[in-house]
């Protein structure tokens, strides 16, 4: 069954603004960027994540740890140096580091509703890695960390953002919004924007 207009611009994704972008007082900037592109806020809090309610969000596989591990290990043999552990340890080290910084402080958790709502903010937060994202997205321009600095330093890589991959689909983004909201939490209203965005006719301006 194809979809309806009233069911498109409904699509609902998970943001949130993580402990840097916090700290680097980028809080208003992010919101209002999203804000602009139409789209409309309809959950918000701060708290300091819990590395158990993290572990859920960021759930991998063994093997997912065994092929980020192997990439690492091979890029160490690369440049002539030799894994002391094995490489599904390797790749468990990357969550463990993400969760190390993502519980570092406080973040902003967020849900954001309307057309594509999953493509939209993916596109204006841009690429994970902040050096080689696009100019114009926010971490394009607000963020100059980098895989290479990160690796060195042992630590996930700053990008400010987290917000529900688009290639994931529909039910990844609400596994991502139980895991943070409960169902009070999401503000069901219409905002007087939508008339202009979704109606179907908007004769009658003048």
């Known amino acids: 069954m ?8 409904k699509e609902r994704t998970f943001v949130m603004i993580k402990p840097d972008g916090v700290q680097r007082s980028l809080i208003g900037d992010v919101i209002s960027r999203l804000e602009r592109s139409g789209l409309k ?3 918000v809090k701060m708290i300091v994540p819990s590395q158990d309610k993290l572990s859920t969000h960021y759930s991998k596989n063994d093997e ?11 890029g160490m043999q690369s440049r002539g140096e030799e894994a002391t552990k094995p490489a599904i340890e390797y790749g468990k080290d990357i969550i463990r580091a993400l969760l190390d910084y993502m519980s570092s402080g406080p973040a902003i958790l ?13 596109k204006l937060v841009g ?19 980098s895989y290479e600095m990160s690796n060195v330093d042992g630590r996930a ?12 689909g529909i039910d990844e983004a ?17 905002h007087i924007q939508e008339s202009i965005l979704y109606d179907r006719s908007i004769n009658g301006i003048v």
């Open 2 to 9: 194809s979809q309806t207009n009233s069911t498109l611009h």
């Open 41 to 43: 806020l309809i959950a």
């Open 64 to 74: 997912w740890y065994l092929s980020k591990g192997e990439k690492i290990v091979a």
């Open 110 to 122: 967020m849900v954001w509703e309307g057309n594509m709502a999953m493509t939209i903010v993916k």
């Open 127 to 145: 690429g994970t890695e902040p050096t080689t994202s696009d100019v114009g997205t926010i971490r394009g321009d607000y963020s100059l960390d």
């Open 157 to 168: 890589v700053r990008n400010l953002m987290h917000c529900t991959d688009p290639a994931d």
């Open 174 to 190: 609400k596994r991502e919004i139980d895991i943070w909201f409960d169902q009070d939490e999401l503000v069901n209203y219409r």
